[in-house]
């Protein structure tokens, strides 16, 4: 097998792919579907029938019979009207039926990607990921318009010309259907074969554009900080010459392709007027049949000449849509079971039971036989080295990830057994370094909450001490916030992150460090705001400072996926060897007793 067939089959199962789901969506709307087939498709017969009329037109007005002309007239006008609104007819049905599959795609997609495992997210441009979300949902409206509106007519005037050419003299309709084969072999092996593949990689290379495009522009600051304008002009120069070499390539195949298609119409062209005037010369054909062959051909002429367009546009939607079908395709990583259903969190007790979990690619697990408990209401601190297994420990909670033995359960409950919405509704997160949506405060502060008043949205605003600061800005709570939160500072971030908690009010809080970006100022107030919060409520907080542990009920220090040390801040100091005297003593600068 040639490389050219290894291509091959993995493209036409793409066009399959595409096919497939383009007809699925088709049937969630049949009847605009059929509507608009059937309209295009009568449409069409009407301009095969008017060449007939005009041949007998013709040979009326050749033998003077004004009646027979004006008859053939009349139905030349008749089948005009019919084409008018039967064509009107079709492209009434595709407006609503592509509408509705464009808007289904896209909320699916974005669905679907908002489901995807961190893992992928962690790896993808978020800027490629809207690309193909966005390109691949205007490609459906190309699609959906060579197939109904281009292809089935193309199709449909072929069959019906050959057919009625066939009746009459079945040579002319022998030369006609040869040579339109042809053409459509020819235009069909060029597209799958030579135009496909370099057409996919221009269309990566395009991507490739939107996702340096996307993470230049959404980390502005960072170039800005360190002069690195030209730098990232220069890496989108690279990428955009590359994607020229490619795009240059793409374009130059399809000229070449078309010179190529036109010289073969000619062809057939040549060949059904031969013929034509073969059968008039050995008076099998009238001058009347002469005109309506050629004008018959010249109609033929024109949706052969289109089909190779058609399926080059068939092919280029196809290559557009690849990446936005693949998305559907991709598996989510953690998905909702079957017999899922949603948790309900009271004390908001947390168990590792026997817990083995590894990241996915990795064959030593991180966590091995994990067995820990945290009863309800109790604080407790993580504390380790970076990659000890601290942040894993929570994701597990949130059910992030999925474990490889053993079981996650809250207040006796599986975690993989309930809906992952209703567990995270009930689990409120402040990160150490906070992402805002480009949207009001008030909105942002209240998304773990929709249904919040504002008043209790400023009363959460009060408490994460933010209250202050928004009412200095010009709009207040309707400020917006820039993209990722870019208009505020860190320690601002992190105020509004914080007030989003208080406002979610959730039984388990998670805290990564949630004083990080707060200056000195704040941070005692925001250090007793968190002492409120937790009260009364599971808190896990991830530390990288051991001073904001010290006042915990209880501190787990993690070393290598392996819990090392269980205890208070006053036990764990005891032990001598211990991991966490000896990360204590590191962060403070100075012997325990000199601390004392």
């Given at each position: 097998m040639t490389d050219q067939d290894e291509d091959l089959f993995p493209?036409?199962?793409?066009?399959?792919?595409?096919?497939?789901?383009?007809?699925?969506?088709?049937?969630?709307?049949?009847?605009?579907?059929?509507?608009?087939?059937?309209?295009?498709?009568?449409?069409?017969?009407?301009?095969?029938?008017?060449?007939?009329?005009?041949?007998?037109?013709?040979?009326?007005?050749?033998?003077?019979?004004?009646?027979?002309?004006?008859?053939?007239?009349?139905?030349?006008?008749?089948?005009?009207?019919?084409?008018?609104?039967?064509?009107?007819?079709?492209?009434?049905?595709?407006?609503?039926?592509?509408?509705?599959?464009?808007?289904?795609?896209?909320?699916?997609?974005?669905?679907?990607?908002q489901r995807l495992s961190t893992d992928w997210h962690a790896n993808a441009f978020s800027g490629s990921t809207v690309r193909r979300i966005t390109r691949g949902m205007w490609a459906l409206d190309t699609l959906n318009d060579v197939l109904l509106l281009s292809l089935l007519p193309s199709l449909t005037v072929l069959a019906a010309t050959v057919i009625l050419l066939?009746?009459?003299?079945?040579?002319?309709?022998?030369?006609?259907?040869?040579?339109?084969?042809?053409?459509?072999?020819?235009?069909?092996?060029?597209?799958?074969?030579?135009?496909?593949?370099?057409?996919?990689?221009?269309n990566q290379w395009d991507t490739r554009i939107g996702g340096i495009l996307a993470d230049a522009?959404?980390?502005?600051?960072?170039?800005?900080?360190?002069?690195?304008?030209?730098?990232?002009?220069?890496?989108?120069?690279?990428?955009?010459?590359?994607?020229?070499?490619?795009?240059?390539?793409?374009?130059?195949?399809?000229?070449?392709?078309?010179?190529?298609?036109?010289?073969?119409?000619?062809?057939?062209?040549?060949?059904?007027?031969?013929?034509?005037?073969?059968?008039?010369?050995?008076?099998?054909?009238?001058?009347?049949?002469?005109?309506?062959?050629?004008?018959?051909?010249?109609?033929?002429?024109?949706?052969?000449?289109?089909?190779?367009?058609?399926?080059?546009?068939?092919?280029?939607?196809?290559?557009?849509?690849?990446?936005?079908?693949?998305?559907?395709?991709?598996?989510?990583?953690?998905?909702?079971?079957?017999?899922?259903?949603?948790?309900?969190?009271?004390?908001?007790?947390?168990?590792?039971?026997?817990?083995?979990?590894h990241y996915g690619g990795h064959e030593k697990p991180l966590f091995e036989h994990l067995d820990v408990a945290i009863p309800g209401g109790q604080r407790v601190g993580l504390v380790g080295p970076s990659g000890s297994g601290k942040t894993s420990f929570v994701k597990l909670i949130q059910r992030l990830y999925d474990v490889a033995a053993g079981r996650v359960t809250i207040d006796g409950q599986d975690v993989a057994l309930a809906t992952q919405g209703s567990l995270r509704r009930q689990v409120a997160i402040v990160p150490q370094e906070p992402v805002l949506f480009h949207r009001t405060l008030a909105e942002n502060i209240g998304y773990g909450r929709p249904d919040a008043t504002m008043e209790e949205i400023e009363q959460a605003a009060r408490l994460a001490n933010a209250h202050d600061f928004i009412m200095r800005l010009p709009k207040g709570y309707r400020t917006m916030v820039g993209e990722r939160g870019v208009k505020l500072s860190g320690g601002e971030r992190q105020r509004i992150a914080i007030a989003r908690a208080f406002l979610a009010d959730a039984p388990i809080l998670i805290m990564d460090e949630a004083t990080s970006s707060l200056d000195s100022e704040s941070e005692a107030a925001i250090q007793d705001a968190m002492e409120r919060?937790?009260?009364?409520?599971?808190?896990?907080v991830i530390a990288h400072r051991l001073s904001t542990v010290r006042a915990l009920d209880r501190i787990l220090v993690f070393h290598r996926g392996h819990i090392v040390e269980d205890g208070t801040h006053e036990t764990l100091l005891e032990s001598e060897q211990g991991q966490y005297r000896r990360l204590f003593e590191r962060q403070a600068g100075t012997v325990l007793a000199e601390i004392h």
């Open positions: 493209r036409a199962a793409v066009l399959r792919k595409v096919l497939s789901f383009t007809i699925a969506h088709w049937r969630r709307t049949p009847a605009l579907a059929v509507a608009c087939g059937a309209a295009m498709m009568l449409a069409t017969v009407t301009e095969v029938f008017v060449p007939v009329y005009a041949g007998r037109m013709i040979d009326a007005v050749g033998a003077g019979i004004a009646s027979d002309a004006w008859r053939a007239f009349a139905a030349i006008t008749a089948l005009g009207v019919g084409l008018v609104v039967f064509r009107f007819l079709g492209w009434w049905a595709i407006t609503p039926l592509t509408l509705n599959m464009m808007r289904d795609v896209t909320q699916e997609a974005f669905a679907r990607v066939g009746m009459h003299w079945p040579v002319l309709g022998l030369v006609m259907a040869l040579g339109a084969l042809a053409y459509i072999t020819l235009t069909i092996g060029l597209a799958v074969r030579v135009l496909a593949p370099i057409a996919r990689l221009s522009i959404g980390t502005n600051a960072v170039v800005k900080a360190f002069g690195g304008e030209e730098r990232e002009e220069a890496l989108l120069g690279k990428t955009v010459a590359k994607w020229r070499r490619r795009t240059w390539r793409t374009w130059m195949a399809f000229t070449w392709a078309g010179t190529g298609q036109s010289s073969l119409l000619w062809l057939v062209r040549a060949a059904v007027t031969a013929a034509a005037l073969w059968l008039w010369m050995r008076g099998q054909a009238s001058a009347g049949d002469v005109a309506y062959v050629l004008t018959s051909y010249l109609v033929l002429n024109g949706y052969l000449r289109d089909i190779g367009q058609h399926v080059h546009m068939l092919q280029r939607s196809v290559n557009e849509m690849e990446e936005l079908v693949q998305l559907h395709d991709e598996p989510l990583g953690v998905a909702d079971r079957p017999d899922a259903g949603p948790i309900t969190i009271v004390d908001g007790a947390i168990r590792f039971e026997d817990v083995t979990f919060l937790m009260v009364g409520r599971t808190a896990i």
